[in-house]
Each structure stands twice: as C-alpha cells, then as structure tokens.
C-alpha cells in the first residue's frame, strides 16, 4: 500500500480456486403442521477449503424467524407459525465465491371445527345494578375470543339512541358519569359479522333516589372556655326526620350537653367539650336506615390568661427612666404590645420589645396609663391587662450630684422569674424573663446554674430576657438570674430554672457490644400453590431497629413483591419464584450478614374454569348465553355438558369459544349445564337455567306436552346411536395472535349449523337425575360470596396504620384477594393482606386510593364496592374556584370550565347546569374537574356550578357561558401563507358571514415611508372584498387583514404576502448524483428535491430515451420509486420542477443496472447517509468510493470541510 498525504491507493490481488457448490439435503419441499418442527441440512459438494462460510436467510425478508436456529449449514424452526411459509436460501461464501441452494416450507394449518354461519355471540356484565342518583354506572362489553371488535349499545332495542349523560368508550364500555333516574332499563350491546348481529342479554339499571344526608351548621365551632357553642341539624326536604346527636364514634354526649329539635347546645363549653359530634337522621315510619352527618367539629380554647404587669403603678421625675414589664405566665411565647389607654401613640424615645415598655427620659406627656395586650400564637385573640400607671413630676430643684454608696444585700430584692420550667422539642423557641419587683431599670444577667457561660444558641438582651430562637438538645440544663451592679459585679441570683428539650426523633445513641445476632426467617420452608401470596418475616432477637433486606439466591426479587420492616411478600406467586430467599442485615461496621435460606416451593394446581351468570330465568323463546373461563388464562379447552359433563346439548343450542348460547328458549332447554376445562378435567359448578311459559305465573313450569317430551327422548336416542358410531375426537388449536381464540369443543355442526354431539354416551345416575317423577326442577344450592368491604371511607394522617376488613359472605370455603384501584392492580408498599384483612402499616400520600376485595369460591367470584383510603396531614374543608369565570363564545365553538379544588381528603366533584338541571347536551363532565363544551349554542348560556365535596363539608363555584351571534371571515385562497413570484398577478377575495349581514373590509400598515421603493412601484389596490396587483413586487409583501362586522360581533383574519425572486429559488437537485446503480430484481428510488418548495408547486419525472417504465410511480414528495429495477429500466431521467404549470428548473440522472455500466464509466458513491444536516462551521468526514479502469485523479468539488476519498483500481 502507497500512502500519499490525504489520498492512498489499495492494491488487491487474489487468486480464485475450483468453483463451489452447495447441495440442501433431501427433501427440499416441507410440508409441516401449525406448532410442527422444520429441519434442512445444507452441505458443501466437494472438498471444503478454508473461509468457506454457509449462512441461510429466508427469501424477500430481512432475516430468520425469530423462532430458527441455524448451526454450521443447519436450520431448524421450532414452533412453526404460518408466517414461517415461504423460501429459505443457504449461501455458501468465501473469497469473491458464492453459491445458494433454496428450499421451501408449507405450512398446513391444523383443522378447525367449523362454526357456520352465526353472528358474534355478545357478552355484558354485570346484567344487573341498583345505584343512586349521580353515581357512576360502568357496563362492560365484549365478544369472547376477540379483543378487537367494533360494539354498539342502544337503550332498551336496537335502534334506539342512548339517552343524555350515557356515552360508550372506544373499547365498548358503556358509563354514566352521573346516573339519573331518567337513565334507569334495559341497555342492549350489539356486534356484528358477515352473518348478521348478535346482541347480548339485556342489562338492566335501577337508579334510586338517594336519602338525603343531613346537614350541620356550622361544620366548625371555635369558642373560648366558658363561653357557649350551639350546632343546628337538619334533613333538607324532610321536615318529620328523627334528629338525635351523639359523639363520633357511637359515643354518648359528655355531661353540660343539651339537643333538641335538631339543635345540640352547649351553655358553657369546656375542655372536655371538645370532639367531634355526628347528628342522626332516622324515619318516623322505621321503613329506612338511619343517615348520619357529616363530622361536626367542636374546638374549645383554654380561657386566656390576663396579662401581668409590674409595677402597676410608677412615679418618676422628668427626664428619668421609666419602665413598665408584662408577661403572661406560662407562656412565655406570647405575643406582647404596650398602648396608651387615651389611644395617643407612644411618646418619642418610648420603645416596645418584648414585652418591656421603656422611657429612656420622661416627659409630661408620657405621664397616663398603659395597657399591655397579649396575643397567643395559636388562636391570636389578644387579651389585655390591667391598666399600668406612670406619673411624671416636674423637677424644680437644681440637680444634686450624689456618690454612690455600698448598700448591704439586705436592701436588694430577689430577682424573679417566670416560667420556673419549661419543656419544649428540639428546634421550637423558648423564653425565660426575669426582673425585680422594685427596680425596672436594674440590670440582669443569665448563666448557667453551674456558672458557666450560656450555649451560642441562647440570647440574653441584659433586661431579663432569655431566648433560644431554635432550641437544641445540647441547650438542656438549669439556668439562673442575676442582679449586677457596678462594676460588672453579681449582687443577688434568682432561683434556678429548668429547660428540657426532647429531641425529634431521635435514636439513642448505644454502646458498641459484642456482634449482632444472625438473621432469622420465620418460616424457613413453605409450599403455596401458584397464584396464591406467600409471605417470610425476617427479625434479629433484641434488634428491633436493625437494617434488613431481602435477595434472591439465584436472580431477583419477583415482580411486584415487596420488603418492610423485614417482611417479604410475594401477592401473586408464580412457578417460577420457586426458590431460596436470603434476608441480610447490615452490621455496624459494614459488613452484611445474611440469614440462612428460606425455601419457597410452588405447586400448580389444577384451576376451576368460572361461570356468568350462575343461574338465568327467561321466557319461551329469549335469548340464553352463558359465559366460561378461566381466570388469568387465554384457553381453548372449554365444553358445556346438559345435565352432567359429558351430557349432549338440547338441539339449537351451541358452543363459540367458550359460549353456550341458545338463540331460542324452549321448555326442554330448563335444567342442569355443565362447563369442563378439558386440560385438567375440573368442572366449574353447573349453571341453572329455567325456561318459563310467557304466560306464566314466574313458577317453574312443566314440560308443556307429551309431544315435546317424545320430540325430545327421540332426539336424545338419534344423538347416543351417533355417538357409538364415531370416536371421541379433540382439536387442540394453537393462535398467537391476538383476536383469535380457538377452541376445542365436542359439538360439531354440519352445512346447515345443525348440532353433531361427538360426546361419551350420557349416563344419568339416581344422583344426577335433574326431574322428578311429577317433572318439576331440583333448585341447587350452591352460591357465589357476596362481599362487603369496610369501612368505605377512612381517613389517617401520615404514619398511621389502616386497615380494612372484607367479609366474603360465603356459604362455602372462600378465598379472599385484595387489589389496590383494579381487582388485579398490585399492592404498594408495606401494604399487606392479613387473613381477609388489609394492612397498611405507615400509611403514606403513595397508598391512598381505592382497595378492592375480591372473594372466590367453587360457585363463582364476585367484587366489593371499593373502599377509599384517604391519607393526610389533618382533615380540611374543601374550596372550590372555577377558571375561567365567563366564557364568551360564538355557535360552534369548543371550551372548557376547569374547577380548581383543594381539601383534605380530596374532594369529589360535580357539575350542574344552569339552574340546578342536568347538563345540556354536547356539555360533558369528562372528569378531574374539567367541564368540556362542544358545538356551543345559545340554549348553553348560564351559569355552570362545580360542587366540591369532602367528609369534612361541601364548597362550589361558577362559571358564566355567554354564546353570542356567529360571524365568520372567509379567504379566497384561504392562506393565511400567500407565496407569489416578483411579476406574478394577486387577487384575494375576503367573505364575511352572519346575521346581521356583516360589512367586509381590507386593512393594511404599510409602515413608515421607506426610501429603497422604485420610482414605480405600485402599492396593493384594495377595493371592497378584494386586494388585487397586476405584477406584484418585493416592496408589496406584508400582512393584509381582512375584518367583518356587524353591530353584534366582529372578526378578522390575516393573510402573509410573501414576494421572492425566482433566480434565487427555481432550481431542483437529485439526491444521490448525477450517476446511479441499482441492482435488478430490488426496488429503486430517485429522489428529486426543490431548493425552493415555496416557489416549485409540482415536480414531474420522465425518462429522457423514452417514456416510464410500467412499474414506476412518482408520488407527491418528488420520489420515482421502481418497485422492481430490470435492466431494460437503465437509461437517463430527468426530473422537472413547475409553477403554475411553467417550468422553472430540471436536473438529470443516468442510472444503470448495477455491473452492467460501459466499460469506461466511472462509479463514483459517497458512502450513506446522503444527505447530512450540519450546524454552521461544524466538519464533516465524507468517504467517497472511485471504481474505474486506469482511473488515477479524482477530487471534490464545492466542499469545504474535511476530504477523504478511498478509491480501487481493478484490473
């Protein structure tokens, strides 16, 4: 290899050995089952030398199967779906060699049985719900076997609309947001095929009208002790209502509590007062529960301390200090302000701090009296002391200087203090004052009781005042008071006083001992069955606060598990969480120490396929279906059986992935159905059917005649001679794709959907006899549970435990599942079942929400109503502000009204119509406080209210619609972007529609005077509806406006008129060169771009040595794609750019089939991508590829970035 400086040429020499050849072992052709195995074996003919490589591929695709395997010239598919069919090639390579040897896979799919001819069956559930006035209402839709099919639902028959207020989802779901008595019947969703429209069983709705809840006022009460608090109860609409108060929690009024008539009184409220108090509405008649209140909280404030102030009464001379101190004992924080009692203000020099008044010089007019008012933190109703009086007396006599003498310690006063102790939490304030009685002006000094200093933290203001702005545990100890005199020296100390400060949360700090224990796991082995929780508690003996986690052995924790405070817990286990768990404890110095395994051993067992419903009564001739599954499992193996499992269906009735329907009802169909998972030959419990008369009485009938019963015994013998004479056949069907669900039944049906029962014969012992001698039916006692959660709602605060109970109301052994928002949804955090129980151990804002109970047993399962748990800091009454306030809109237009909450739980929300009524229509409640309008109308206009409610109380808020007269602007063109070439003509046409007939009329700022305009230059003419220029130029462009108006309303729209050059812009490229191969037998692409889209409106391609080959289509973007390149498709094409139908710009490109160029013609190819998007002075590397023979010099052109060109010269 020669390199020099940017260019270097390779040399490439080889010599070719024997050609080769590659055989695919026999057969070739594979015809193979759906689920079958594929295997070819492909070998080289003769000697194999040395970088001979075989690789298979699958023709016309990018590569394997997901599901094939290849292994030095072998290639197996397992699992063989029918996308598998088609072509594999094997492709031995080596040095410029190669050669391929195909192979076909058939893929035959398994038969199926055939259901002829029947419409969807259609399923909906629930069948049937009782709710109250604006709860919400779900039904649930669907075709079994199919997860995507298009559903109808009407009200009451088909045809019929749904009411306003009932919308269905796009998966079919039907909901009522808020359900009115109006809403209340039948709902019928329908499906449809090639064979007609199935429609499910109807589904009824029964609405209520809720009892109203009573009311109280006010919710709150804040009174100070001793004075009186009064509550009022009632029953809005139901004045003869029994009201009777107690306090929450069933307990019975403390003594000094008077109620009657709905009003609870409390003549002189004290602190045993305080709580909360429920009112309870109960019928006169006794026919309804009793409805409690809402909470009615009672809030008692300790009867305020009056201010002391000292000295109450002072005389001083003029200019001589004065100082007056208040405090409020026993609390030392009080907020406290001096006043003048005539309501002047303080006097100059006159300063209020902390409680202290001081007068540095006296004056007459500071002469009067003062009161100090005290503030607490919390309630801040202020309270004021006694009066303190200062007198001032004029000095007359000449000032006589006095020496000052050592009194004896006899003539001072003991400094007092106030509070003597005080406790308070790490970080909170504290205070202490001191003083003496006698002497205001004396100077104090605090210290510790041992004498020394005070913490940093402490702040002493040398009047008395000790204050910690934030408390520290450290700042624990006694501290007294002393009364310096001159000279800095200490005369006399208070007694000592007592500050505690307990820490937040703090742990004890504990010695360092011997190592701790080993982890223990309780138990250490454990066998559950797949499906069910499981669960293993970690502890250390004496260690309650040690660190623990859980792991894995071999891989990681399952999905959805999770670990607190030493509990692992599995929800669901799986097969494969089967395995050993080590639980580890952290050690003070690091290192872990882990816990012998415990062992989970995981057992399948059989599952129990399910039934809806469990029991159906219809008339003669309605509609029967009824569903079977297995929960959590896409299954086909699903049979129904009449009477006992293996029992023939009566005539006209069939099974449809795992339906049993019966178009129309006859007497003979009453009676026993069975449904068998075939997998694990467990039956689900058999389901009853009655079929009544349509004149009966709503007894179980007879058979209606001898003729019947002889049509149906004659029947039952054609259908067991049948049965003798054929073998017991199954189909096992295998589809992965979604949407499609086989099924292996035994009920087969002929060309004309008759039904071939391919049973066992039916035997029917003494036990499973389903008729008396006198025909009537056996009822069968088995139920599905019936489960209550409670309680519905609960409210904790953050690190409080919840628990909820469900009672499964099973007659029968029950399993109980718990799901947190969905039946299924995963439990968060430390959330834990215990027995039918759940546990929310430190409650967080993460676990509020709704919890679900789900109770199964062999009949069936059934849900709870959810129950909601409420997770916050304290209880608050909910706002309620709706933004925006008005809404002043035209017909057609869309808004939305958005009700901004607050309180605590979370308030629920509802929106009325003007006046109280329902919505209108087009106007829907869509949720998270949001109110959406569409198509809006003048009968909208009003007020919308948003009412937010919470266990606490209720708040709401409105929003005002005002829908004015429509008035729209049209354009012709529409615009509002008009591009136009220098020279082209302009015409715009403005419209304006609305009542009254609006007035049109065109704006335009052209701006200050500019002086680069031509001599002649001609400005836009506007003349009525129209701006018009007959050769447009650069110095029209601008925005032009269009405005209509009418005395009611007005509206404008802006056109953008842009002017360009066409020598700047009418060009158009071809990506990818000037010369270009494409290799026949694959599609090609010619790309052809406009440098200027605005100007270029069509781009046209044609071959230049004759017209488009057969294959080729240009699509809109400039692209000519062949969707097969032949060589007869080599030539020169030419791409045209147009505007107004004038060509503007053209480019070509000769293109050749690749290997098949004149022999002088040079290739040359950048290597991809070919087109790049680079920032401004950013580099780029291009590689650019030169083939040719004797080609030597080559270079770039029009590029200024870095170049670096590989070119090889072939001989």
């Not at 990018?62 to 088609?86: C, F, H, K, M, R």
Request: with cysteine.
């Amino acid at each position: 290899m020669k390199r020099t400086g940017e260019k270097f040429t390779e040399f490439i020499v080889s010599a070719y050995g024997p050609p080769i050849r590659v055989q695919i072992d026999p057969p070739k052709n594979l015809h193979v089952p759906v689920g079958g195995r594929a295997r070819w074996y492909c070998r080289i003919i003769g000697q194999r030398s040395a970088g001979i490589r075989l690789q298979w591929s699958k023709v016309g695709t990018a590569g394997l199967p997901s599901n094939a395997a290849q292994y030095d010239g072998e290639l197996v598919i397992d699992g063989v779906q029918e996308t598998d069919a088609g072509q594999y090639r094997c492709t031995a390579s080596g040095d410029h060699q190669f050669a391929t040897d195909d192979a076909t896979l058939t893929v035959e799919p398994k038969p199926r049985i055939p259901v002829i001819g029947r419409p969807p069956p259609v399923m909906v559930e629930p069948l049937e719900q009782t709710v109250n006035v604006n709860d919400m209402v779900t039904y649930r839709c669907w075709v079994p076997g199919l997860l995507s099919c298009e559903l109808k639902w009407y009200k009451e028959d088909m045809g019929e609309g749904l009411p306003h207020g009932v919308y269905q989802t796009d998966d079919g779901t039907l909901k009522i947001p808020h359900a009115q008595l109006e809403h209340a019947g039948n709902y019928i969703c329908t499906a449809s095929n090639e064979y007609g429209v199935g429609k499910s069983p109807p589904a009824r709705l029964i609405v209520k009208q809720p009892p109203q809840r009573p009311r109280v006022d006010p919710q709150e009460n804040i009174v100070a002790e001793g004075e009186s608090a009064r509550f009022r109860c009632w029953v809005p609409g139901d004045p003869t209502a029994i009201l009777t108060w107690k306090m929450k929690g069933n307990g019975p009024l403390p003594p000094g509590v008077q109620q009657r008539e709905g009003i609870l009184n409390i003549p002189n409220a004290q602190r045993q007062h305080a709580g909360s108090y429920i009112c309870t509405a109960s019928d006169p008649a006794g026919y309804k529960s009793p409805i409690d209140s809402p909470v009615a909280k009672l809030i008692v404030r300790p009867a305020p301390t009056k201010p002391l102030v000292d000295p109450p009464e002072q005389t001083v001379k003029e200019n001589q200090p004065a100082q007056f101190r208040c405090w409020v004992p026993g609390n030392p924080a009080a907020i406290l302000h001096w006043r003048r009692v005539d309501g002047r203000p303080l006097g100059y020099g006159v300063s209020d701090r902390q409680g202290i008044l001081s007068i540095s010089r006296a004056q007459m007019s500071d002469a009067g009296e003062y009161i100090c008012s005290a503030r607490d933190v919390e309630d801040g109703v202020p309270v004021d002391s006694s009066p303190a009086r200062l007198d001032v007396q004029r000095h007359y006599e000449s000032p006589i200087e006095h020496s000052w003498t050592q009194p004896t310690l006899e003539s001072f006063q003991k400094p007092q203090v106030d509070p003597e102790h005080q406790m308070v939490y790490e970080g909170d304030p504290a205070m202490f004052r001191c003083w003496i009685p006698s002497n205001p002006t004396a100077r104090l000094k605090w210290s510790r009781a041992d004498g020394t200093p005070l913490p940093n933290s402490a702040y002493d203001d040398g009047t008395g005042t000790l204050y910690y702005l934030r408390a520290h545990v450290s700042d624990s100890d006694f501290y007294v008071c002393s009364l310096i005199g001159p000279n800095d020296v200490p005369l006399m100390e208070s007694d000592s006083v007592q500050l505690k400060v307990i820490p937040h949360g703090r742990k004890e700090i504990t010695k360092l001992e011997v190592p701790r224990a080993t982890p223990t796991v309780d138990p250490i082995e454990q066998t559950v069955e797949e499906g069910n929780p499981s669960q293993i508690h970690c502890f250390v003996p004496d260690e309650p606060s040690a660190v623990l986690k859980w792991r894995k052995q071999d891989g990681e924790l399952p999905v959805g598990a999770t670990q607190s405070d030493g509990i692992l817990y599995i929800p669901q286990t799986e097969s494969h969480d089967a395995g050993s768990y080590i639980c580890t404890m952290d050690d003070f110095r690091g290192t872990p120490i882990d816990s012998v395994p415990a062992r989970i051993h995981v057992t399948q067992q059989g599952k129990i396929p399910l039934v809806l419903p469990t029991s159906l009564t219809v008339n003669k001739g309605d509609l029967v279906r009824f569903q079977c599954y297995i929960p959590g499992k896409h299954t086909q193996s699903l049979r129904w059986g009449f009477k006992d499992q293996n029992g023939p269906l009566p005539e006209g009735a069939y099974v449809y992935y795992g339906v049993l329907t019966i178009d129309k009802a006859r007497i003979t169909d009453t009676g026993k159905y069975i449904c068998t998972y075939d997998e694990t030959s467990q039956s689900a419990i058999p389901v009853i059917l009655t079929v009544k008369s349509n004149g009966g009485d709503g007894k179980v009938q007879e058979l209606e005649s001898i003729h019947d019963i002889d049509e149906y015994n004659n029947h039952m013998e054609q259908q067991q001679q049948q049965q003798q004479q054929q073998q017991q056949q199954q189909y096992e069907y295998h589809d992965n794709e979604h949407g499609t669900m086989d099924e292996s039944v035994t009920n087969e049906y002929d060309e004309n959907g008759n039904n071939n029962a391919n049973r066992n014969n039916h035997h029917e012992d003494g036990d499973n006899h389903e008729y008396y001698n006198n025909n009537h039916i056996i009822e069968y006692g088995g139920k599905p549970p019936r489960p209550v959660a409670t309680p519905s709602d609960q409210v904790v605060k953050v690190g409080e435990i919840a628990r909820f109970h469900c009672d499964p109301n099973s007659d029968t052994p029950v399993t109980v599942h718990w799901g947190f928002e969905t039946p299924d949804g995963s439990l968060r955090g430390d959330v834990v079942p215990d027995d039918n129980d759940l546990i929310i151990r430190a409650a967080d804002h993460s676990h509020a929400g709704e919890y679900i109970c789900t109770a199964t047993n062999q009949y069936g399962s059934a849900e709870a109503e959810p129950v909601r748990l409420h997770v916050t800091e304290r209880e608050e009454a909910p706002t309620a502000r709706v933004v925006p306030r008005v809404w002043n809109g035209q017909p057609g237009d869309k808004h939305q009204f958005q009700c901004i909450t607050t309180g605590s739980p979370e308030p629920t929300i509802i929106w009325t119509g003007p006046n109280g009524e329902a919505l209108p229509e087009d106007v829907t409640d869509i949720g998270g406080g949001f109110l959406d309008f569409q198509n809006a109308r003048t009968d909208m206009n009003g007020d919308y209210t948003c009412t937010a409610t919470n266990i606490v109380g209720e708040a709401s808020d409105h929003g005002s619609v005002n829908i004015g007269p429509s008035l729209t602007v049209r354009t012709s063109p529409p615009g509002p972007r008009i591009v136009l070439t220098a020279g082209e003509p302009l015409e715009v046409k403005c419209e304006a529609f609305g009542e009254p007939e609006p007035e049109v009329e065109w704006l335009h700022d052209p701006g200050p005077e500019r002086g680069d305009l031509p001599d002649d230059f001609k400005p836009v003419t506007i003349s009525e509806q129209f701006i018009r220029h007959p050769s447009i130029g650069l110095g029209n462009a601008g925005v032009y406006t269009c405005r209509g108006s009418n005395i009611q309303a007005s509206a404008k729209k802006d056109i953008y008129i842009e002017v360009v050059e066409p020598s700047k812009v009418a060009t158009v490229a071809i990506l990818g060169g000037s010369t270009q191969w494409f290799e026949p037998g694959r599609s090609a692409d010619l790309i052809c771009a406009a440098t200027g889209s605005e100007i270029v409106d069509r781009i046209q391609w044609v071959k230049v040595d004759g017209a488009l080959p057969d294959t080729a289509k240009e699509t809109k973007f400039g692209i000519l794609h062949l969707s097969k390149f032949r060589k007869s498709d080599s030539g020169e094409y030419e791409c045209r750019g147009y505007r107004h139908n004038e060509l503007v710009g053209s480019n070509r490109v000769a293109v050749y089939a690749t290997n098949l160029a004149p022999l002088d013609t040079i290739r040359v190819e950048i290597d991809s991508p070919a087109v790049r998007v680079i920032d401004q002075g950013e580099s780029i590397k291009l590689t650019c590829t030169v083939e040719g023979k004797f080609f030597r010099n080559f270079k770039f052109h029009q590029f200024t970035a870095l170049k670096y060109c590989h070119f090889v010269e072939r001989f």
